[in-house]
Nanobody, 123 residues
């Protein structure tokens, strides 16, 4: 059974950093497409970062501050978040998407997703 488990969230002041991890079980992150999304109550889900075998994409709101990466040996997906802002507050979760689907990674249907980890940034 595929499981994705996020960790690394927490409370931080504006300007701080956090690194989120997404550990995969019964799923190989190498050569797959994965995304990080965030959800804020009352707002639509927002794609934050995505990674395929050859490229990465970022929401305009996080470009230059967030970095998505994989550790294939550890089978973990990461999201390094620097220069955090209060508007980055939300529940962050990782998900897998089909590499073969067309369009943006952010628009693809999730195959699997984790339970999320909360990030709170105070001003």
């Amino acid at each position: 059974q595929v499981r994705l488990m996020e960790s690394g969230g927490g409370s931080v002041q504006a300007g701080g950093s956090l690194r989120l991890s997404c550990a995969a079980s019964d799923y190989t992150v190498a050569r797959t497409c994965m995304v990080w999304f965030r959800q804020v109550p009352g707002k639509e889900r927002e794609g934050v970062a995505g990674i395929s075998d050859s490229s990465t994409i970022y929401a305009d709101s996080v470009k230059g501050r967030f970095t998505i990466s994989k550790d294939n040996a550890k089978n973990v997906l990461y999201l390094q978040m620097n220069s955090l802002k209060p508007e980055d507050t939300g529940m962050y979760f990782c998900a897998t998407v089909a590499c073969s689907d067309g369009g943006s990674l952010f628009s693809r249907r999730f195959a699997y997703r984790g339970q999320g980890t909360q990030v709170t940034v105070s001003s």
